[in-house]
């Protein structure tokens, strides 16, 4: 059964930094493209970032460019997001997802983590 399980989360204040992982079990990783997802409550689920299988392809939503970077370990089959600058904004549940294509749509992402809560304290 595939998994996908986030850590990283947790409270931190405003113009500080955490790195979010997501480690994938029982996925051929490398055959997946990864993207991290955020929902705050009364909005829309929404892309963060998103990476191609290989890393050859990423892009990132208007709202984090410059501050958040998704990167990927094909070898521990882990995705990344790493993310500075923090706003107070950002405050929302993160989930990681899996996708047979590098898709921007959530509907196209087969596999989700259980989300992780990131909360920024201005």
């Known amino acids: 059964q595939v998994q996908l399980v986030e850590s990283g989360g947790g409270v931190v204040q405003a113009g500080h930094s955490l790195r979010l992982s997501c480690a994938a079990s029982?996925?051929?990783?490398?055959?997946?493209?990864m993207g991290w997802f955020r929902q705050a409550p009364r909005k829309e689920r929404e892309l963060v970032a998103r990476i191609s299988s290989r890393a050859l392809s990423r892009s990132y939503a208007d709202s984090v460019k410059g501050r958040f970077t998704i990167s990927r370990d094909n070898a521990k089959n882990t995705v990344y997001l790493q993310m500075n600058s923090l706003k107070p904004e950002d405050t929302a549940v993160y989930y990681c997802a899996a996708a047979r294509v590098y898709a921007i749509d959530y509907s196209a992402y087969d596999y989700w983590g259980q989300g992780t809560q990131v909360t920024v304290s201005s």
């Open positions: 029982e996925l051929t990783f490398n055959n997946y493209a």
